[in-house]
Nanobody
Framework: QVQLVESGGGLVQAGGSLRLSCAAS????????LGWFRQAPGKEREFVAA????????YYADSVKGRFTISRDNAKNTANLQMDSLKPEDTAVYYC????????????????????WGQGTQVTVSS
């Protein structure tokens, strides 16, 4: 059974930092790209960042570029999202998900090409 579990969310003041983790089990983690998405109340789930299966390539939404850093450790079946200089508009539930190789358009930004979504972790940034 494939399972992704996010952790590390919480309440932080604007300008602060949080480090989210995504722990995967039940799959060969190194075969899959990994993406982070977020969903604020009343809004669509949106792309935040992604990393290729090997970790050699990373992708970011313009809104987080330069503030967030995605990484992965295939030996530990984990991925992380380091979030610095947080803003109130970063408040959302953050989800991780896997992207199978060779499926769909190949774009890392398309939500529908990700599977095995975790349950999410709440991030709240106060002003």
């Amino acid at each position: 059974q494939v399972q992704l579990v996010e952790s590390g969310g919480g309440l932080v003041q604007a300008g602060g930092s949080l480090r989210l983790s995504c722990a995967a089990s039940g799959l060969t983690f190194s075969w899959y790209a990994l993406g982070w998405f977020r969903q604020a109340p009343g809004k669509e789930r949106e792309f935040v960042a992604a990393i290729s299966s090997s970790g050699s390539a990373t992708y970011y939404a313009d809104s987080v570029k330069g503030r967030f850093t995605i990484s992965r450790d295939n030996a530990k079946n984990t991925a992380n999202l380091q979030m610095d200089s947080l803003k109130p508009e970063d408040t959302a539930v953050y989800y991780c998900a896997t992207k199978p190789p060779g499926l769909g358009s190949g774009s890392y930004y398309v939500k529908d090409e990700y599977f095995n979504w975790g349950q999410g972790t709440q991030v709240t940034v106060s002003s």
